[in-house]
């Protein structure tokens, strides 16, 4: 019997050992998740614009 070792495929073969599971705490669309990273973008161009006033 002839065994034929396969390579692994990034994109086909994951292993995974439940590291980053926990660190999702909610599931939101990109429409929420963009006007959150837009509303944090704009209230830190606030703080240094006022740092430097």
Do not use: L, N, P
């Amino acid at each position: 019997m002839t065994h034929t070792k396969k390579e692994a495929k990034s994109w086909k073969d994951v292993w995974s050992a439940g590291q980053g599971v926990t660190s999702v705490k909610t599931v939101a669309s990109i429409k929420d998740t963009v006007k959150e990273i837009k509303a944090e973008y704009e209230k830190a161009v606030d703080e240094i614009s006022a740092k430097r006033a």
